[in-house]
């Protein structure tokens, strides 16, 4: 009696944790799965076993192609900027200087705003003759631009929006570690003559590698997740120039009511994201402890 | 403990009793889901609507549902369809019709049309509006707002070229020729004026239709299993858009923003544009000149394109609450709703004795730009309405950018455009 007891408290305990689980997270992820194997049913025509269908189709769909490619582009240009900025600012506001309150608070702001906010604050920046930008360099004799209405630099644009809003929030675990280190090591170096540039390099540098690596997981999986942005900015345009992964999932499930397609685009945008973080986790951590 | 279940043994007493009192009344209650997809108090109208509406037909409850943007309205209709609860009325696009149908969503109208008065009053639209609602013979919606683009002009920049303000050019070559004499070179090469400008950011086809109009073609069949993407006229009309900006220079190339559009014409930065005749009351409130306002200017013949939403009932719910629908959706749009709806939303009225109330009348004294739009309804055209219509707009869209921003010859890409609508539906044709 006491035995079972034992047994059913803690089940009951995990109960409410893994009924909102399993209904919002495991059930939909399995469906997903499954889904991606069927074609999507239609009021009279009922859903039908395919196979690897759904994914061939993929190969030969040059919207998933591009959307593949922006994102690819979109993740290697945010990502070491943020990270590199970040870092930068985070250096910036842990020093001695003047006026370092307001300077954390306004490296922060961007990550308080809401994106959809951002966005729309961004879409005037970028409006062609007198948005904020174009306005500025007219000052030194450039001529207007089109900044999303040209496929050469819709992506870019966006890329700049998102580098702006991730790295005040990433800034934030920099100067975090960065506050941990020792200010004997400092002293140390300061002692034996060190420059700064080689004490942060041969220092501070490798002591920040497993926040780097933290940070970088996060920048990766935010460069596939947030796409609020161009939903308010482009909406995948022009010509699919600016279409994300996940902005071309929400399309295919929500306006073209493709979920067979949708699930199947899910589940290769989930196990590229499942790689990624393997091969981070998997064989970058080992490496990135100094020791 | 005691407590907690006596407040709910009272709790489930009163329930017991309002439902008793509600079978007494027993007033059929109606959700109506709408969007809102222009500026203005749409909310406070459509309650006041409502009430007016409860007061005549005091059996029947109508909950109005603000359902977002057009898109959104669909997602959440359908949604809620799929879970055994649609609302009974939604406005949706005219062009989600076939969506609707290939779900089993919606139901015909043709079954609730019973006596003359209702015939009449499904008679009283204009034919080219009920072409996006009807298929297979039968009426699937009807239409509760529409919208066309117009043709607006800056008078003064007329004048300072020489041109004469009051007329506005007729017919596509005198578009580029008063175009090319609009737009304004600096001596750096930058330009501080341009021409002409079409706005191409978002269902760009709608666009292209009224120039494939005015070239006498056709951009879909009346299917919506078939398009002509690659057809000549087609050709030839996105070339002509394309060619304002790279062939004759006077309009911006790339994509131009909807929302900034208006904006360019206000700050004189585009001499001409074309934009939807939902900004009539925008730019009369802030151009800060005189402005010319007309129908599209011409080619073989004139031609417009539609656009706008229709009231759809729901299939999956008792029929007395189709039936209080019906009620509601007729009540809706007839004559001095439909012009109430015109006049404070700058929709078109789509019947043409809503043309003929007093208050529309009254209403165009006042303001004369309101009949320019009445004006070009003998020319207008169907809207592109095909099955997987968000698909297929998606890829005459995603054709017209590649082309605007000189990506892709017009030929190129509307003959790709047409060989992904092929795969599409393919399924759909018989």
Do not use: C
């Not at chain 1, 290769?268 to 970058?284: I, K």
């Not at chain 2, 800056?154 to 300072?160: L, P, R, Y």
């Amino acid at each position: 009696m006491k035995k079972t007891n034992n047994m059913v408290a803690p089940w009951l305990l995990l109960l409410p944790a893994t009924v909102l689980l399993a209904a919002f997270t495991h059930i939909p992820a399995v469906m997903t799965f499954i889904n991606s194997f069927y074609r999507t049913p239609r009021g009279n025509r009922p859903a039908r076993f395919v196979g690897l269908d759904q994914y061939s189709n993929m190969l030969s769909d040059p919207v998933f192609m591009a959307a593949l490619k922006n994102n690819a582009i979109y993740a290697l240009g945010t990502v070491p900027a943020a990270i590199a900025l970040s870092m930068l600012m985070a250096v910036i506001v842990n020093s001695a200087i003047r006026g370092r309150a307001l300077l954390r608070m306004s490296f922060f702001l961007p990550t308080v705003l809401p994106m959809i906010a951002v966005a729309n604050i961004w879409l005037f920046f970028y409006t062609p003759g007198y948005g904020l930008i174009d306005q500025f360099l007219g000052l030194f004799g450039f001529h207007e631009r089109n900044w999303l209405g040209d496929p050469d630099t819709v992506l870019g644009s966006l890329m700049v929006l998102a580098i702006w809003k991730e790295a005040g929030f990433f800034m934030i675990f920099y100067l975090a570690a960065l506050q941990q280190i020792s200010p004997t090591l400092s002293e140390a170096a300061a002692l034996e003559g060190a420059s700064r540039w080689y004490f942060f390099r041969r220092v501070t540098f490798p002591l920040l590698m497993p926040t780097t690596l933290f940070v970088m997981i996060n920048a990766i999986i935010n460069s596939f997740r947030l796409i609020d942005h161009v939903i308010v900015m482009t909406r995948g345009g022009p010509d699919n120039a600016s279409t994300l992964l996940l902005y071309y999932v929400y399309n295919v499930a929500f306006r073209f009511w493709d979920a067979a397609y949708a699930s199947a685009l899910t589940v290769v945008l989930l196990a590229a994201l499942a790689l990624l973080a393997f091969v981070q986790f998997g064989v970058l951590d080992r490496k990135v402890h100094y020791k | 403990m005691k407590s907690w279940t006596s407040w709910i043994k009272g709790a489930l007493a009163s329930v017991a009793m309002l439902s008793a009192g509600a079978a007494q009344a027993a007033p059929v209650e109606i959700s109506f889901y709408y969007p809102v997809a222009i500026g203005g108090p749409v909310a406070s109208i459509v309650e006041d609507l409502i009430a007016r509406f409860e007061a005549q037909y005091p059996d029947i409850k109508v909950k109005p549902v603000y359902s977002g943007t057009y898109p959104e309205t669909i997602s959440k209709a359908l949604t809620a369809y799929r879970a055994g609860q649609p609302p009974e009325v939604a406005v949706m696009l005219s062009t989600d019709m076939y969506t609707l149908i290939d779900e089993d969503a919606i139901v015909a109208f043709d079954d609730f049309v019973k006596t003359d008065e209702d015939k009449a009053w499904l008679d009283g639209f204009f034919p080219v509006f009920m072409v996006n609602s009807e298929h297979d013979g039968k009426t699937w919606g009807v239409p509760f707002q529409r919208g066309t683009t117009l043709f607006f002009w800056n008078k003064d920049a007329f004048s300072e070229v020489g041109l004469d303000p009051e007329k506005g050019p007729q017919n596509w070559e005198e578009v580029v020729e008063f175009a090319t004499k609009l737009t304004k070179r600096e001596a750096d090469g930058n330009v501080s004026r341009w021409g002409m400008q079409v706005p191409s950011s978002l269902t760009s086809y709608w666009l292209l239709q009224g120039y494939v109009a005015q070239n006498d073609g056709k951009i879909a069949d009346e299917t919506g299993a078939q398009t002509y993407f690659d057809s000549p006229e087609v050709v030839e009309s996105l070339q002509y858009w394309v060619d304002l900006a790279y062939k004759h220079k006077v309009m911006k190339p790339g994509v131009i923003e909807w929302a900034t559009n208006p904006k360019d014409f206000f700050e004189g930065r585009a001499a001409m544009i074309t934009t939807t005749s939902g900004n009539l009351t925008n730019i009369k409130t802030n151009a800060p000149f005189p402005f010319g306002v007309q129908i599209l200017p011409e080619h073989k013949k004139r031609g417009a394109p539609t656009s706008g939403g229709n009231a759809y009932i729901f299939n999956g719910v008792s029929q007395d609450k189709q039936e209080a629908a019906f009620q509601f959706v007729k009540w809706l749009s007839s004559p001095e709703q439909a012009a109430e709806w015109s006049i404070k939303t700058g929709y078109i009225a789509a019947r043409e004795d809503a043309w003929a109330t007093d208050a529309m009348k009254a209403y165009v004294a006042e303001f004369p730009g309101a009949l320019v739009p009445h004006e070009q309804i003998p020319y207008m055209v169907p809207e592109l309405s095909t099955h997987e219509n968000q698909r297929i707009s998606r890829v005459i869209d995603d054709a017209i950018e590649a082309s605007l921003t000189a990506r892709k010859e017009p030929g190129q890409a509307l003959s790709d455009a047409q060989k992904e609508a092929d795969r599409i539906l393919e399924d759909y044709r018989d």
